[in-house]
């Protein structure tokens, strides 16, 4: 079968740091991408990490290491806006995409 | 302005009736994806395509039929033998790299 787990839910304040981390197992792996969801919207894409090590756009950063089979997404200087629902999802063969079941992100003033 | 169009948002219909889903892209794209997202949960592969006239199952493509006849239409049907129709479905094209451009979804309630 083909997993990738996620925390349900995180909280943070404005202006925090927060870390959402994916963990995967699924057969076949291309890269691992991002994307941001905010209540009955469309998926946006954020990231994508082919190779081992962090990636930054921004405010947000995304890290991948192969051998343990594990991502996360680092959001800085949160603002209200950010507060959304955020997918893990690895790309498999023929541009395929699994995904996780998403992290909701609450930012409170 | 390229983008991807799904119509409509919202959709009603009664159990034991077909339903057809457009999504339509000005990207100039060859792939296009149709999702299921349901309450909660992540999206859900459903049938894809790569190019046109060609199109291969997703993860849960039963009760589920697609065709691919023009480059900018993917037209998904849902038909009387999916057991669970009613979620938020999401169309997607890819150009060569790896990210996948969303249409805004239709929400499908059958009663």
């Known amino acids: 079968g083909q997993s990738l787990e996620q925390p349900s839910e995180v909280t943070a304040v404005e202006g925090a740091i927060v870390q959402i981390n994916c963990t995967y197992q699924t057969s076949g792996f291309y890269g691992l991408s991002w994307y941001q969801q905010h209540d009955g919207g469309a998926p946006t894409f954020l990231s994508y990490?082919?190779?081992?090590g962090l990636e930054e756009t921004g405010r947000f950063s995304s890290f991948l290491s192969r051998s343990d089979s594990y991502g996360y997404l680092l959001l800085q200087e949160l603002q209200m806006k950010d507060s959304a629902s955020y997918f893990c999802?690895?790309?498999?063969?023929?541009?395929?995409?699994?995904f996780g079941t998403g992290t909701r992100l609450l930012v409170s003033p | 302005d390229g983008g991807i169009t799904q119509s409509p948002k919202y959709l009603f219909r009664k159990e034991g009736q077909n339903v057809t889903l457009s999504c339509e892209q000005n990207?100039?794209?060859?792939?296009m994806y149709w999702y299921r997202q349901d309450p909660g949960q992540g999206l859900r592969l459903i049938y894809y395509?790569?190019?046109?006239?060609?199109?291969q199952k997703g993860d849960i493509a039963e009760g589920y039929s697609v065709s691919r006849e023009k480059k900018e239409s993917f037209p998904l049907t849902v038909t009387s033998a999916q057991k669970n129709p009613t979620a938020f479905y999401l169309c997607?094209?890819?150009?060569?790299?790896?990210?996948?451009?969303f249409g805004p979804g239709t929400r499908l309630t059958v009663t």
């Open positions: 997607a094209s890819r150009d060569r790299d790896h990210e996948q451009y």
């Open positions: 395509s790569q190019i046109v006239n060609d199109f």
């Open positions: 990490n082919a190779l081992d």
């Open positions: 990207l100039n794209h060859d792939a």
């Open positions: 999802a690895v790309t498999t063969g023929f541009q395929k995409l699994v």
